[in-house]
């Protein structure tokens, strides 16, 4: 047994496929090796949160609450884990404090006992609600911090910031270095200086876009990090996690020797390569995501977010204004103050840069969530922004400074009523709550009487089950 086993998060039910294919993987492509995920001896598995939920109710008819009871069934003995955006939630804007509470006591309630809570900017104030009833409903608080480089997030920047974040109770720290710009001398500097202030674990996940991956994770490992994320091979690499098997071999026989049974790996990993292949063939995983893009070592763009751009140009046949656009991209990101590039920064920064370009001139147009960005309504903005800038964007408008979330009134009897009788149960509100239209459709989908069922010929059935991987 290793004196220091380094514990592994498998991302292969969520971030892997969410990386590589648009979060597409069904529960039934899941549930055939659960068996065996949940007798490996993972730190936890990452199941949920993320892109799931929405893509659940809106591309796969899937109930998401359902999908978290079926996999919290089927993996009795390990720790399920989600991703949730701090006062985000899983949606795209601040959420008043009782829907947070809300969900957060439903998703622990139905399975989840790791809640990864992050914000976009890194404000403290916006995970301070999602901590807090993580902790009262018996979740395990994992709070983040969300990895940039500028002038601003120096190492003494992100200490401070996890110190901050163990005092409001976080139970581990989860570095996410979402645009795997963390190089590996750097992860090993960070991780020793923080292991020195902190005492709760410490948690990093990067990705393999630039093809550092592997080696943030030895030098990391080196420097005594508790946890770390990976993906099983066959959704693994380039936009996705790092490898599991490879960081599980090559650490074998050493003090951090992860004590993981490669072989219920492989058995795994063969029916994953299935689901994979499944689909490839559906054209939903393509192979460019795979491949190492150093670009995002240059431009400091994530590279989910170099492909926003390159779809925008090409709706305003600008294709020819890629480059230009990469470089305003720095300077609107400075005028805003610095913001982490994830979402939904990344989108406001992204859009921003494309309308300077194609404007030719600078700010002549500003987004709706620019101007929001600008007011504080997202939170406090790591730098000072450029003023002149804001002035352009909001004018005389008063920005807003305390945290945005208690300009907010309680909105679950709201949600409630509007959903009235529509709802089957407690869940089916916060689906509304997060996504009222995708999640009506899902409703009136799923509540439509079921046609009577056809005997299934023999045939039909040797097919479906070939398909599924069984």
């Not at 204004?321 to 920064?345: I, N, Q």
Request: charged share 25%; glycine share 6%; aromatic share 8%.
């Amino acid at each position: 047994m290793a004196k220091n086993p380094l514990k592994i998060t498998d991302t292969i039910l969520r971030d892997a496929h969410q990386s590589q294919a648009a979060t597409r993987m069904r529960l039934e492509d899941m549930l055939p090796a659960c068996e065996i995920l949940d007798n490996i001896g993972y730190w936890s598995i990452e199941c949920w949160g993320g892109a799931t939920f929405d893509t659940c109710m809106r591309f796969l008819n899937e109930d998401p609450w359902e999908r978290l009871r079926t996999l919290r069934k089927a993996m009795p003995k390990t720790k399920l884990q989600m991703l949730l955006r701090g006062q985000n939630l899983l949606g795209y804007k601040h959420y008043a404090d009782d829907v947070v509470e809300e969900f957060c006591k439903k998703s622990i309630e139905n399975g989840i006992d790791v809640v990864r809570i992050f914000d976009a900017l890194n404000d403290p104030r916006n995970m301070e609600a999602a901590m807090k009833y993580t902790k009262f409903y018996g979740g395990i608080v994992e709070a983040t911090i969300s990895y940039t480089v500028s002038p601003v997030h120096d190492e003494d920047y992100f200490v401070r910031l996890a110190c901050k974040l163990q005092d409001m109770g976080a139970d581990t720290i989860c570095i996410k270095d979402m645009a795997n710009l963390l190089l590996p001398y750097d992860a090993y500097s960070l991780v020793k200086r923080l292991k020195s202030e902190l005492s709760v674990p410490l948690h990093l996940h990067t990705h393999n876009t630039t093809g550092t991956g592997d080696m943030i994770y030895l030098k990391a490992a080196e420097a005594g990090i508790d946890i770390v994320d990976t993906a099983l091979s066959p959704m693994a690499n380039g936009t996705s996690q790092p490898t599991t098997e490879s960081l599980v071999a090559s650490l074998k026989g050493t003090d951090r020797d992860t004590g993981l049974d490669l072989e219920a790996m492989s058995k795994a990993a063969e029916h994953f390569r299935g689901v994979a292949q499944k689909l490839q063939d559906d054209g939903i995983l393509n192979t460019k995501v795979l491949h190492v893009d150093t670009n995002t070592l240059l431009y400091q763009v994530p590279g989910g977010m170099l492909s926003n751009l390159l779809s925008q140009l090409k709706q305003a046949n600008a294709e020819d204004k890629y480059y230009e656009v990469l470089a305003e991209v720095p300077k609107v990101r400075k005028d805003f103050g610095y913001p982490p590039l994830v979402t939904p920064t990344s989108q406001i920064v992204g859009s921003q840069a494309v309308l300077n370009v194609l404007a030719g001139e600078r700010y002549k147009m500003i987004t709706k969530e620019s101007k929001g960005l600008l007011r504080g309504e997202y939170g406090e903005l790591p730098a000072p922004v450029n003023e002149e800038v804001r002035k352009k964007a909001i004018g005389n408008a008063e920005v807003i400074t305390c945290r945005p979330a208690d300009l907010l009134e309680p909105e679950m009897e709201k949600y409630k009523k509007e959903l009235g009788d529509r709802a089957k149960k407690e869940e089916d509100v916060l689906s509304y709550a997060l996504f009222p239209q995708v999640a009506e459709k899902f409703f009136a989908n799923r509540d439509k009487a079921p046609e009577p069922e056809k005997p299934a010929e023999p045939e039909v059935r040797v097919i479906y089950v070939q398909d599924s991987g069984q």
